[in-house]
């Protein structure tokens, strides 16, 4: 009996093969889309968008106080915004850093990503690129609308613009840590409930480490530790080297860098930690997802 080759009707694509960069380019803006729900059900978008609201909401009532009381300056800086709301900007890392990644592990489809000429590390780089930008776009958005609001209450245009720079280079700063650090322990489980629980678990416990350590030093006079402690909280890290480099005001001035070395120890962690987790992500996509 010979073999016989059956015509079924299917079209054959003769159009433009866009390659590679195509493929990364669909992927990030795929993540962006997905991490705030767009074009999916109603109830994936519930989270992503009350955490934006409870982020912008604060910026709006900071801009009516300035205005009504015409104060010469906002309550809260830039720089101190994104500390003293760290813990929206973590439910929106742990709610969104699975999503990028867990849903692939857990149908384990990346060896169809890979049938197109796509690399592990394209792959990464678009799931990463967008969580990042994610991030930055939660936190810049609401900075904005404090700028906006502090010019509307006519205050320095000059000065207003600077802690708007200042604090959107600290919000990208702080979104390139935080998603190479969500994407890390996203990617230890399939299950992406488990990885929302295990994001905000370890951002919480090292926050607490760290101010319990900054704590104890500080009763011990010892000031050089209470400082470089802040390198064990993502926060904390970025708010110590606002301090150091733009000269602003710490959200948490009694243990803020008073001295080169100890903003250069934050400097570090975070290097550290980006390249550390950009490290890991590399290698847990080589050896231990199958093709």
């Given at each position: ?50 955490l ?5 909401l ?28 760290n ?32 690399m ?17 776009a ?45 994407l ?108």
């Amino acid at each position: 009996m010979s073999d016989v080759i059956h015509d079924i009707g299917f079209r054959r694509y003769e159009g433009e093969r866009f390659g590679r960069g195509w493929i990364v380019r669909s992927l990030l803006i795929d993540t962006i889309r997905g991490i705030f729900g767009l074009g999916r059900p109603a109830r994936s978008k519930v989270m992503p968008w009350l955490l934006v609201a409870i982020l912008a909401l604060p910026p709006i009532v900071i801009g009516l106080v300035v205005l009504v009381t015409g104060g010469d300056q906002p309550p809260i800086s830039y720089t101190q915004y994104l500390y003293q709301l760290n813990l929206p900007i973590s439910l929106f890392l742990a709610a969104a850093a699975p999503y990028a990644v867990s849903r692939d592990l857990r149908h384990g489809v990346m060896s169809l990503y890979l049938s197109r000429p796509l690399m592990r590390s394209d792959y990464l780089a678009a799931r990463y690129a967008g969580l990042v930008i994610s991030m930055f776009a939660i936190m810049a958005v609401p900075q904005t609308l404090l700028m906006v609001a502090a010019l509307l209450a006519e205050l320095p245009v000059g000065e207003q613009l600077t802690g708007w720079a200042g604090g959107l280079l600290m919000s990208a700063l702080l979104a390139v840590l935080l998603a190479a650090f969500g994407l890390a322990v996203a990617t230890l489980t399939p299950r992406r409930g488990v990885g929302v629980a295990a994001i905000i678990t370890i951002l919480l416990v090292g926050q607490g480490f760290s101010f319990t350590l900054s704590g104890l030093a500080a009763e011990q006079n010892l000031t050089d530790l209470a400082a470089v402690a802040g390198a064990l909280d993502p926060y904390r890290i970025v708010d110590g080297l606002s301090s150091w480099v733009l000269g602003v005001d710490a959200a948490i001035g009694e243990f803020a860098p008073t001295a080169a070395w100890q903003a250069g120890v934050l400097a570090l962690a975070w290097l550290l930690g980006v390249l550390g987790f950009g490290g890991f992500l590399l290698r847990r996509y080589r050896n231990a997802v199958p093709l």
